[in-house]
């Protein structure tokens, strides 16, 4: 069985993994991914060398998984465009669980029967869902999705008792600190004591979408905090990273 993960680095001072998925189901403008498709914390000339391996095969992802765990992997993080449209990840996740943390950060559109069923299972599984907008009308327009079936499987994650987490991309003219600040309430009201991590935007030149300024930032965690506790996106998590997959080394041969 063939996977969607394409690339995974390693963070080696917080013993972080992060396996990247290919698809996506939305279709955000402002998405990280028009810039590279590789992991973008990586120097530029790591960036530069990286050349296209293929999908990894179940039985590959395992191998490499089971190698990072025995170099000490403590967390895997699950992402990269949105891993939920691969039919494989369950399976991905079910080898994971019990050898590592597990991070899922996805979008929340789709969730089926049997990821749920596995996501409850897994004792060291979180989810990350990141929510765009609450308004439908711009969710329509920019992710080219309905919003509903986000909020009804964050209900069901929550309800399943899932550990789930929220994120929201601060983007100014689109999802500025009053939307964040009504993600962060309907979150108060339909999770209860939620987390909401706020990342601001990361520019893609030709977008026409801006970064948001120190001032906005922090109106939208002041706002955000209102309702909910608030991280910022990579809060203590800086480290050295290397690429796992593909190999440099294989491309250099
Ligand atoms: S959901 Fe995430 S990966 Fe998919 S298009 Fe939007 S920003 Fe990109």
Redesign the pocket.
């Known amino acids: 069985m063939l996977t969607r993960i394409y690339h995974v680095t390693y963070y080696l001072d917080i013993r972080s993994a992060y396996f990247q998925f290919a698809g996506?189901n939305?279709?955000?403008p402002w998405?990280i991914?028009r810039l590279t498709p590789w992991d973008h914390h990586l120097d530029s000339r790591t960036l530069a060398s990286l050349r296209a391996g293929g999908f990894l095969s179940l039985r590959a992802f395992q191998e490499v998984a089971d190698k990072l765990v025995s170099d000490g992997m403590e967390e895997a993080v699950l992402g990269g465009?949105?891993p939920t449209v691969d039919d494989a990840l369950p399976a991905v996740i079910r080898h994971l669980a019990g050898r590592a943390r597990v991070r899922l950060l996805t979008?929340a559109y789709r969730l089926t029967a049997e990821l749920l069923d596995e996501l409850r299972r897994c004792a060291t599984c979180e989810v990350v869902v990141?929510i765009k907008t609450l308004d439908a009308e711009k969710h329509r327009e920019y992710?080219g999705k309905p919003l509903e079936p986000v909020l009804r499987n964050i209900s069901a994650l929550v309800e399943a008792g899932v550990r789930t987490l929220f994120e929201t991309v601060l983007i100014p003219g689109l999802n500025g600190p009053e939307g964040v600040e009504r993600i962060a309430k309907y979150l108060r009201e339909n999770v209860g004591d939620a987390v909401l991590i706020i990342d601001p935007l990361i520019p893609v030149p030709g977008t026409g979408w801006r970064r948001p300024t120190e001032e906005e930032l922090r109106d939208a965690v002041e706002r955000a905090q209102r309702y909910v506790a608030v991280r910022m996106h990579g809060e203590g998590r800086r480290s050295r990273s290397v690429v796992v997959y593909p190999s440099q080394l294989l491309h250099k041969a």
């Open positions: 996506c939305f279709s955000c998405c991914r465009e949105e979008n990141s992710t």
